[in-house]
């Protein structure tokens, strides 16, 4: 097993050698917090540092941590450990420190790389860049998991599925044609979010064919 490292000149200020402890947030700091993650989380990714890696999509460590600077600037990562899985795989725990409005977070994500070997032999080509690789995909998770940076590649970004207020008036106004047990069932709907932004359409739809049935 290698020895710890840690990443320099990204270092959270310490005292008497310990990370200071988290404290409580007040509700108005955390609102400033959620608004800040959101904000990061649907800013797009530009397309210039999305790869492209046996047909799965990934972000350049570079962007991410040019991002985590500008939202983040004060932060640390640890590397917790570091294990050889056999002779096939390295895989590397590392523990992302950030302060998010004067709070202290922390996020630990693990991560592994298949070690090259020179062909016909079970000799390593070169180790360290295996285990490089293997700190940067574990780096790469904790800050898309901690800081919500890149979402929209990782698949992480949650869209609200609240109807708009003409998306109410005009679903209620089609029920209204309808009268009766569909107009309960459908302001019933929408008041319990059965009937959402993802399903509105579909929705609507089907409440125009049985208006158009009606008329018939």
Not at 154 to 179: H, M, N, P, T
């Amino acid at each position: 097993m290698a020895k710890k490292k840690k990443e320099e000149n990204e270092v959270v200020p310490v005292k008497n050698g310990a990370m200071p402890m988290p404290v409580v947030a007040s509700s108005e700091v955390e609102d400033t917090i959620r608004d800040k993650h959101k904000e990061i989380s649907f800013t797009n990714t530009p397309k210039y540092y999305v790869k492209e890696k046996q047909g799965f999509d990934y972000v350049d460590e570079g962007y991410m941590r040019h991002v985590l600077n500008q939202f983040y600037p004060v932060w640390n990562w640890e590397i917790v450990k570091y294990e050889l899985l056999g002779s096939e795989w390295v895989a590397v725990q590392g523990r992302l420190t950030i302060y998010d409005n004067g709070i202290c977070r922390k996020y630990d994500s693990i991560s592994s790389h298949r070690i090259q070997k020179k062909r016909g032999s079970d000799e390593f080509v070169d180790i360290g860049n295996d285990m490089k690789a293997a700190n940067s995909d574990a780096f790469k998770v904790a800050v898309n998991r901690l800081c919500n940076v890149s979402d929209d590649v990782y698949r992480k970004r949650i869209e609200s599925a609240e109807l708009s207020e003409k998306q109410v008036k005009y679903l209620k106004d089609l029920a209204k044609q309808l009268g009766g047990d569909y107009q309960n069932r459908i302001e019933e709907s929408i008041s319990k979010g059965s009937i959402h932004k993802f399903n509105a359409n579909h929705t609507i739809t089907q409440l125009k064919e049985m208006i158009s049935k009606q008329e018939q």
